[in-house]
């Protein structure tokens, strides 16, 4: 028989041919999709439900890649689905293996990948795959929010058995980083394996299963931090898991504001100075202006030391040229305040520049840094991290997240100017890489990511001494030396990408 | 009628009287158990079950407390079930209340209480009850696990429909910190409310239910450390919550060993001096004896500074008497290696003081410090930490917690001498409190909690001068100022425990 010309057996082979084309193409397709997905480090294997039905039904797929990049973007950089990050580095980012010779860099790679792994296990990382609950299973349990601390004991809130009817009843639960027990008081003949990794109550009586179940305990038995224990229950053939969290909380670090709440007693000024005396002596006095009696500590790594007749300066002294982020660690490490304000030694106070202000901000928010503005400059940036297998990609973008709940003037943002209030105990966890010895600004907002809340409220304002060139003899050749010192020389760029990619295990910026 | 000389009718009225009064006194029991359980911190409210049979059948009871007391305590400390701490200090521990004048007292505390609300505020403190699962839910979903970074998307792994067959299903996903939506590319009329807080899937094909369900996703929309969102999956009147913890991931600082991971390279030995520059040479002579190369941080707070000829000392000046914690503050905020090496300005380095063992348990196990052994005292301690309203209340006991993995000879401890090789990033991130001027030692061990995890090798063992009499009259002269400095006076014993109190959300010792 023919049709149009075509013999029908043809068309039949035809349409089953173009058919499982298109079904192999889906199929490809939903590989590569899932390749893709399986290799993700925080996605579990999801394997595409295809419906059983008639192939010639249309089968449900997934978005396309178009649709998912206008779905899943930040400021423009597509975060999701990928299972590796790169930077779009035209002109303006940097790839930092670039950083290291090609000789070293195999070596620095094996190094690099051990000392990671070092920092891994001792945090606990990466984190196992999440516990997954089957429907319809006869229990109640706590799903999230157990925690114990190590050696303590807590009870566990929510067991309950809400299975079939049966005769007699049999319940188990497992566990592993501890011990169980229950407050019950009932004979061993109800109740087994008290104090031990495995409990379990036999009984007829449904009543007293869920009696014993409500009083449940669970005991820490070995001294560690930050585990998670999986807590199976089990009847019959269900099984229900939870988590139990092993930690220790850590330990407040609060400081006395003093019953009068002066400003003295709630924020030290911190300031770094280098072959600039005359700068620094200019900021102090305009310090005094406004704010006679606060403590300012000044680390200073020039070759003379200096004298200053200010009773509430504290003044240290450095190996010479030791550094400017050696400084800075140095200056802060010294502060017995709640807050530190750090400042340039080249800042000048003004009547803008309250400090009230910036208090305020931190005590009534979650901040842990709020930097002010510079002569109007406020220098706000973004700092946005995606995750790879080889090192994160980071990415930086002025301007700021969204607004500061409760201060409309102010925002939330990841790096601010030289000039800010910080809680002295969140910037000593973090500190200033002594490591950084010349032009740096940025490395210290990159190794505060995760660990710093940071905003900024330009309404605060604090002036700069004008760049003049001086009329001493002997100063103007300091300042001679100190800009050698301030050139931002090829050098030292090269060792702050390569210090990006070893210490903070980064690929790439842009 | 009369029984035995008993009106039957009395005997009824008696027998009601006994079981009522029997009764009464179970209630006021349980009742008494309830109250205490109910104030308890953590717990939820219990309600013990009374089966609806016959009163006079046994109704079940939880233990006494001295069963309680000898089920769950460690190390004599009864720890649960509690709603509040105490300290046994017949003798020997403090109650750090006292450390304040009776007038100043209340005004004290509500500070105290004020800063530890803008802390806990800060931590995300406390945490809400537990999430927990009723019975019988017809889902799957991820009890424990889902992590996302602020403004990043990630997929939520386990949710799938196993209810009962219907017509039609419609499941409905909502989330408060973030915005829902799936993968799986279908219309409007399948999936409503894509990119918003409240996802909705209707279809009469169950397993394309199921397909969206497998590819939902979830995005965080505001940019904010540690919160924890509860997304809430409901169909008909059934209802599964479970969390996704949004969290920023504290980015690494790694150290490189260098390609020959010479011990100079990996670690600095630091050291804080004051009135004894005799002793401070004499333990640097003993130290390049065996480590010609390593270097050595100096912080001197002496009235005069010192000039030593080694090109791999670095030497600090600070205000004279500025103190002892300051001054170890200082000291390790200028190391530039993985590791620091704690030692006092009067130890001497001998064949036994093997830091590379040190090294080797550092980078083998999860410790972030490992102390050795002056002269054989190891001086090890534990600390346990109690939980209460009004303060915690911390215990103290000489010893171990266990021997540590990998390294029998060593122990798992809270506290040890101040001869040790740290981590300097997890050194740093506590900290020594320059509020410590005299004499301290157990109060970095405390502001270590929760932290630091602290290990003891007692086989690394380093020597001490001994106090000998100085011949020299300018040193005797030294060395009597010294000890002035060195005595724990009184008021600096006060000024401790008043910091205890308030800084670390202290109640009591023992």
Not at 128 to 142: I, M
Not at 231 to 256: C, E, G, N, Q, W
């Amino acid at each position: 028989m023919t049709l149009c010309g075509y013999n029908s057996l043809w068309l039949l082979k035809m349409s089953t041919f173009v058919l499982g084309f298109g079904l192999v193409l889906f199929m490809f397709r939903s590989v590569y999709l899932h390749e893709e997905f399986s290799l993700h480090p925080v996605l579990p294997h999801p394997n595409p439900v295809l419906p059983r039905s008639n192939p010639a039904v249309q089968m449900p797929k997934l978005l396309p890649e178009e649709r998912l990049r206008s779905l899943f973007s930040y400021d423009g950089i597509w975060l999701f689905p990928k299972n590796q990050c790169h930077c779009e580095t035209k002109g303006q980012g940097y790839n930092f293996e670039g950083a290291y010779g090609q000789k070293d860099l195999p070596a620095v790679k094996a190094r690099r990948q051990a000392e990671f792994a070092h920092f891994q296990r001792r945090e606990g990382l990466p984190r196992p795959p999440p516990l997954l609950a089957p429907p319809n299973l006869p229990f109640g349990y706590p799903v999230h929010g157990v925690e114990v601390m190590p050696l303590h004991t807590v009870p566990i809130p929510g067991l309950q058995f809400d299975g079939p009817s049966a005769p007699n009843y049999k319940v188990t639960l497992t566990a592993s980083l501890g011990t169980l027990n229950t407050l019950a008081d009932l004979p061993d003949s109800v109740v087994r394996g008290r104090g031990q990794k495995q409990l379990t109550i036999s009984t007829s009586d449904r009543k007293l299963l869920n009696f014993v179940l409500q009083h449940v305990t669970y005991t820490s038995t070995v001294y560690q931090h930050h585990r998670v224990d999986v807590v199976s229950l089990m009847s019959k053939s269900s099984i229900a898991k939870f988590p139990v969290t092993i930690r220790h909380p850590v330990i407040p670090k609060l400081y006395d504001p003093g019953p009068e709440r002066k400003l003295r007693d709630l924020v030290t000024i911190a300031t770094k100075t280098f072959l600039r005396p005359h700068k620094l002596m200019t900021m102090l006095r305009s310090v005094r202006e406004y704010y006679p009696d606060l403590t300012v500590i000044v680390a200073d790594d020039s070759k003379e030391p200096l004298k200053i007749n200010d009773s509430h300066v504290e003044y240290y002294s450095m190996p010479f040229g030791k550094g400017w982020f050696a400084g800075r660690n140095l200056a802060i490490s010294q502060v017995t305040t709640k807050y530190v304000l750090w400042v340039d030694d080249d800042f000048l106070f003004t009547n803008k520049t309250k400090i009230e202000r910036l208090v305020d901000v931190l005590e009534k928010t979650e901040l842990d840094v709020v930097g002010g503005s510079v002569l109007g400059n406020v220098f706000q940036f973004k700092l946005l991290l995606e995750q790879g297998e080889n090192g994160d990609c980071i990415h930086r973008r002025s301007g700021s997240f969204q607004p500061l709940d409760g201060f409309p003037s102010c925002v939330v943002t990841s790096g601010v100017v030289n000039f800010f209030l910080a809680h002295t105990e969140r910037l000593l966890r973090v500190g200033f890489d002594p490591r950084l010895q010349r032009v740096a600004h940025s490395e210290f907002f990159i190794d505060g990511l995760g660990s710093l809340f940071v905003g900024s409220c330009p309404d605060v304002i604090i002036g700069h001494q004008a760049h003049s060139p001086e009329v001493d003899l002997e100063l103007a050749a300091l300042e001679k030396t100190y800009s050698k010192y301030r050139a931002n020389t090829n050098a030292q760029i090269q060792f702050k990408l390569a210090l990006h990619y070893f210490k903070n295990h980064l690929q790439c910026s842009t």
